[in-house]
């Protein structure tokens, strides 16, 4: 991702779109009116249109938090005015977006401190290959012996 992560788990990125004959090809959810998260008047991405200049850029995700659109913030606006702020972009526009980021699987046995759970896979399986070994071993000296 081409951002910045901020506190919290989340990153910011700003992409730039240029806007097709049949617009920026997504649609947006929230506004002061209309919150799509309670307590949370923020604008965010709702749907991405299939092949649309949005799609075809591949960067904005539904679920995006839209924080600004060409430097201007998108804070405590109606919806409808973010609707109108988007229609009057331009052809360039760049969107400033917040993104929560998805926790990332580390390493096998890996456990972060306050992490609950049960035993890391690794804590299972390799005295568990080692006991089928030492089986094998000892089958095997065993038939030599007859």
């Not at 004959?21 to 008047?41: A, E, K």
């Not at 409808?80 to 526009?93: H, S, T, Y």
């Amino acid at each position: 991702m081409n951002g910045s992560v901020a506190g919290g788990g989340y990153a910011e990125e700003i992409i730039s779109l240029t806007r097709r004959p049949s617009g920026l090809g997504f649609n947006i959810v929230g506004g002061t009116d209309q919150q799509y998260i309670s307590n949370d008047s923020s604008i965010y991405v709702s749907r991405i249109k299939k092949d649309g200049a949005a799609y075809l850029d591949g960067r904005l995700q539904e679920g995006d938090k839209i924080l600004a659109v060409n430097g201007k913030d998108l804070k405590d606006l109606r919806h409808k005015d973010a609707v109108e702020l988007f229609r009057n972009a331009g052809c360039d526009v760049s969107l400033k977006i917040q993104r929560r980021l998805q926790p990332q699987n580390g390493p096998v046995g890996h456990q972060s401190h306050g992490e609950s759970g049960g035993l890391p896979l690794a804590a299972i399986l390799v005295p568990g290959l080692a006991l089928a070994a030492t089986a094998v071993w000892i089958l095997l000296r065993y038939r030599q012996r007859m």
